[in-house]
């Protein structure tokens, strides 16, 4: 990366807006924009918001495109004409294997476009939220193009580094697996949690003070960006079916033995659980 | 509460152990007593541990069992020929039910023991993690038995306001539906997520590192006492059961949803999951 090449985040958001910050940190001076008016407002805050995408991406070295799975093509699309000879794109968005497979299907995007997926974010989102640290050691899975040419791929990898990360190349299936099991899944069930509490009880008074710090963990991803989910799970939804359904006959057996009421079985049950769980630092 | 009158903590653990350090801090200097050797020594270090529990309970204003759901009622049975007249009898465990059910029973429990469920705890147990501040501003769940005397419920209420704890006198049905639907389910569901993870996944290295903070708070809970969970589990079956089939019913309708690939479905779906989550502060 050369020092003090123009940076472009499209998509002044929580993640956008927390490259800027920690780019900033690092003596860089980026340029933002986003598409509605307001948000260009909120990101004006942060960082220089240019006069049009086009403005924005026109010399930059790196653009960063942090938008939703599902708009991350059509943008590139937009921007391929705009684009510096040279010039790095990255996104962060969080389902690879659709993005990586039209992607490829577009052989000039492989000379500027490396997808990457920083492993961080938060519940509450936009640039309000934006936190210079956000991306500090946290895992930034890049499932590169057959064709990023691998200077490309160093150059991504560098970039995350500068801001913190740490950058792990895979092939986008491995990743849309992993992230499907470790991501997708519960944030789905703990939506569908919600959805069950949701049936009259969170109003009543009994419920809400039976509600305790493991009842707000275990629930706390329900409150994501529900826009940005809904693209997930339509962009990941083999993946994440495959392992809704081996979690269900889990949920299966768990019922049966809750019937018949044994106790060895529920102690061996959340003995393993707990050893799993305390593997996870 | 009289005023310097001795409080026997029987069961020195997590609560028992975060107890007798909330009490020494307002001056009260509670009296212990561990089953095993090993976790007397332990307990030692937090407040002086009777000879035996015959000589901790004798001369106690208050008696405090801290047991699992499962040996309360043994343990009452067996100290009721050791309690003073008047001698308040608490325990902490977190299903009601059936043990306000076999305590009704024995008629002279009543002049003793209120049951008790102080909605705290975390995933490590044992008096080392023990901490003073563990009860304060936590409900505390008080279910009498149908014959205790209202001055004995407001002693047990004015013992965890000492500790500061906020008492809510229920009957013990609706505590069990509650904390049913709270604590247990999610408990079981985070524990039966571990279980999809560990099959060898847990091993691998991308598995790993695609494990974000959101998995980890969603997941915390299942790092829980096994012993615990599986008396609670067998204590609380029914209640749990139910919620289990309502939850699968909303996975059941997921899993079609996740094949037909509706985005209105799913915005919906996210939406309404989040506005649930965000009213629980």
Not at 115 to 140: I, N, Q
Not at 141 to 154: E, W
Not at 210 to 226: E, L, Q, S, Y
Request: charge should be positive; charged fraction near 25%.
């Amino acid at each position: 990366l050369k020092k003090g090449e123009k940076t472009a985040i499209i998509g002044v958001g929580l993640l956008g807006g927390s490259l800027a910050l920690a780019l900033k940190k690092n003596g860089d001076h980026p340029v933002g924009w986003n598409h509605r008016a307001s948000s260009r407002k909120k990101a004006e805050k942060i960082l220089p918001v240019a006069a049009s995408p086009e403005a924005a991406v026109r010399n930059a070295g790196v653009v960063v495109l942090s938008a939703h799975s599902g708009s991350i093509l059509p943008a590139l699309e937009r921007m391929l004409p705009w684009l510096e000879p040279g010039a790095l794109v990255l996104d962060v968005s969080s389902v690879k294997g659709r993005l990586v497979r039209k992607a490829e299907k577009i052989p000039s995007l492989a000379r500027h476009y490396v997808p990457c997926h920083p492993m961080t974010g938060k519940e509450k989102s936009g640039p309000d939220h934006a936190e210079a640290g956000l991306f500090r050691g946290k895992t930034v899975f890049i499932t590169p193009l057959s064709r990023n040419p691998a200077a490309l791929v160093r150059r991504a990898s560098s970039f995350w580094k500068k801001v913190g990360g740490l950058p792990v190349v895979l092939p986008a299936s491995a990743h849309d697996r992993a992230v499907a099991l470790t991501s997708h899944l519960p944030h789905l069930l703990a939506s569908a949690f919600m959805h069950l509490c949701g049936k009259d009880r969170t109003a009543s008074k009994v419920f809400r003070k039976a509600v305790g710090p493991g009842f707000k963990d275990f629930t706390r991803i329900a409150a994501g960006n529900p826009d940005m989910w809904r693209d997930i799970v339509e962009m990941n939804a083999a993946e994440i079916r495959g392992f809704l359904r081996a979690y269900r006959k889990i949920l299966d057996s768990m019922g049966r033995n809750l019937q018949q009421g044994r106790g060895p079985y529920w102690s061996a049950f959340f003995q393993k659980a707990k050893i799993l769980r305390e593997k996870i630092r």
